[in-house]
């Protein structure tokens, strides 16, 4: 009895123990919340709109006045006991929302501004007046063909120079009358200075020796760096960023901080500390995609130019603006060689952005939920091949040369896939490596793979694959009906495969002979990969018998393959890759045939002698029913196994699932 009460408390007190620390727990939440709230107001505000500073004369600490006044009510000096702070704590917008706007943009060679009236009409490519900051319906478009000065086709940078204030107000700079109070300007550069993509030199490896040493005397003289290229585009997005308010200066993001434009004169509030920035006019580059660039060069006399100009919510401008700096920052670190913080240069992004504006929206919609579907079949294929393999007991129907061979042609995929880095996609690369792999499992399931010394050979050892076990007739069959088919498949394929790599040794151009070794393999696995699935159809065939194979994994698969031919139009990938999509179709079709054609009786054991998947109780029942059983006598065992075999036996299976 006290042992039984113990028993009985023991779970008392865990049950105690863990409301304890669960509350304990909560508490630590609260605490740390309590502390954050702490460390929030001390050094971010949101107490007393004060702040203790010192005075210079004096030495003594006065509290002042945090909030900043709007500018037109300034103070003259600051207040008794602040001082100056070079950079500002707090920023206030400098205008009232809402304001309306004049605006112009020149272009000019020279970052130095000209003066308004000395600025030619052709100089100037954009001008609207009483534009509305914060009026979403507020819109304006100008087009026309622009001249390239001659120091930007040497080069040179084309610079935008933006004139921006209050309607009526002057706003040219250079004029005495000017006022920093009511206009602005800013220079922004028009062109890109981009790091061009390295180009791999190709050559005929049949070439004489002296076409060869011009080619290598030619690739000596260029620099070992990066080469930075001067692009132009001709869409230049122009945007308004209203209802900003008040914001910490040293806390805003590298992104948003490029395009603050503070008070000209550096005034500043009573504090010192505070003062006010002009509206933010986002030169926004996020959609000029490098495809649609033009290279600078002494060739390009003339170039469209077309500006937009409008209002954009703050929180699209703080997306869009932190995106493109950081595909930027990614592609600049790529280029020179640095270590890449975010494991991507930039191309990812760029070709986002590419499916984002060259595909019609009903099929980046499809696009979207293909890729998510794609995603989860591939998911499931993958584990219903792996659950398919191991709880396979016997090698009846499946091809070993085509596992093998998969491995072979999938491994020659994914280094052709390698060597075309530049043109495939990182989820591409990855989703190859992984059937590698799984490939890979799969030869261990099948046969075991040894080590053997190899006496008379170069090589002292040799990979031996050899039978788990002795194989039944239906067994050895298969393994016949494998070496049948793979025979007609080489009779078929290896005249291919050498008039194909002869005539792209002839015709085409290759970075290497590694180069041309892959390309020409790739191009066979791609041209007659769907031949390995040949072997098992062919052994499906001849066994009358589609039972074998690992069903749920084959749909999978083959619905994948639908939604391959979709990624073939949006997914950036080699020509060829994209080509062998479409391949697999015919063996899916092929398959379902059989399907039809060899019908499957799930409710009897099949002739291979597998019953199906059971369920929990229904194998508990059996275990229990083959306990309760007599054993069997050596003529039953005999009986029982020739039946098996030869897919006589008649009694009740489970239903599979």
């Known amino acids: 009895m006290p042992e039984g009460n113990g028993a009985q408390r023991q779970p008392a007190r865990q049950e105690e123990q863990q409301g304890s620390s669960m509350f304990s727990k909560i508490l630590q939440a609260v605490a740390m919340w309590a502390l954050m709230q702490l460390v929030m107001k001390q050094f971010m505000g949101g107490g007393p709109k004060t702040a203790t500073v010192q005075d210079a004369t004096t030495g003594q600490t006065v509290q002042v006045s945090t909030s900043v006044p709007p500018y037109d009510q300034r103070p003259q000096r600051l207040d008794d006991g602040a001082a100056y702070n070079q950079i500002p704590q707090l920023i206030a917008p400098i205008w009232p929302e809402n304001s309306q706007v004049d605006i112009i943009v020149t272009i000019s060679p020279s970052f130095v501004p000209t003066p308004l009236e000395q600025t030619s009409a052709d100089k100037v490519v954009f001008q609207e007046k009483k534009f509305t900051i914060g009026n979403w319906s507020d819109a304006r478009t100008e087009e026309r063909t622009i001249d390239i000065p001659t120091e930007v086709q040497r080069n040179g940078t084309l610079w935008g120079h933006f004139y921006v204030g209050l309607s009526g107000a002057l706003l040219d700079p250079t004029q005495p009358n000017y006022d920093p109070g009511s206009a602005y300007h800013f220079v922004w550069p028009l062109t890109h200075y981009i790091p061009r993509k390295k180009e791999f030199k190709t050559r005929n490896l049949l070439a004489g020796k002296e076409d060869v040493e011009e080619v290598e005397e030619v690739e000596e003289e260029q620099p070992s760096g990066p080469i930075i290229t001067n692009y132009y585009h001709p869409n230049i997005s122009l945007s308004f960023i209203p209802n900003t308010g008040s914001m910490t200066f040293a806390q805003t993001h590298p992104a948003e901080r490029q395009f603050l434009r503070l008070e000209a004169t550096g005034a500043r509030d009573g504090t010192g500390q505070n003062t006010w920035y002009y509206p933010i006019l986002f030169v926004n580059t996020f959609w000029q995609l490098k495809s649609q660039m033009t290279i600078i060069n002494e060739t390009i006399k003339t170039m469209p130019m077309r500006i937009d100009l409008n209002n954009l919510a703050g929180w699209k401008f703080k997306t869009m603006a932190s995106i493109d700096l950081s595909a930027k920052e ?105 059937g590698i792999l799984i490939e890979l499992w799969k030869v261990t399931t099948v046969v075991n793979v040894r080590i053997r010394p190899a006496p008379g050979s170069i090589i002292p050892y040799r990979i031996s694959f050899e039978d788990k076990h002795k194989l039944s007739e239906t067994e050895e069959k298969t393994k016949e009906y494998d070496e049948i088919a793979f025979k007609y498949m080489y009779i078929a394929g290896v005249p291919l495969l050498i008039a194909y790599a002869i005539y792209s040794l002839i015709y085409d151009t290759h970075k290497s002979w590694y180069s041309f070794v892959i390309a020409t393999l790739v191009g066979s696995v791609y041209a007659y990969g769907f031949l390995m699935m040949v072997p098992s159809l062919y052994i499906n065939y001849r066994l009358k018998s589609v039972a074998h194979m690992p069903g749920k994994a084959m749909m999978y698969k083959f619905l994948n393959t639908f939604i391959d031919d979709l990624f073939a139009f949006t997914i950036k990938m080699p020509f060829l890759h994209r080509l062998a999509t479409f391949r697999d179709d015919i063996i899916f079709f092929i398959y379902l045939y059989q399907r039809w054609a060899y019908k499957v009786d799930y409710t009897r054991v099949n002739e291979f002698g597998q019953g199906g998947e059971d369920d929990a109780v229904e194998e508990k029942k059996a275990e229990g029913q083959k306990a309760v059983l007599p054993a069997p006598t050596e003529e039953q065992t005999v009986g029982t196994t020739s039946e098996k075999a030869s897919g006589t036996e008649t009694g009740k299976a489970k239903k599979r699932k």
């Open 330 to 434: 990614a592609a600049r670190a790529a280029a020179f060689g640095n270590p890449l913080t975010t494991g991507s240069d930039g191309s990812e992004i760029e070709m986002i952005k590419e499916i984002f504006l060259d595909s019609n929206p009903i099929l980046l919609g499809i696009t979207i939920f293909a890729s998510i579907a794609h995603m989860i079949l591939e998911t499931l294929a993958f584990g219903s091949d792996i659950a398919h393999y191991r709880k396979k007991k016997d090698n009846v129907g499946i091809s070993v040369r085509s596992i093998l061979a998969n491995v072979f042609m999938q491994t020659i995929i994914f280094l052709y896939l390698v060597d075309q880095s530049q043109n495939t996609s990182w989820m591409i690369l990855g989703s190859q490596g992984v």
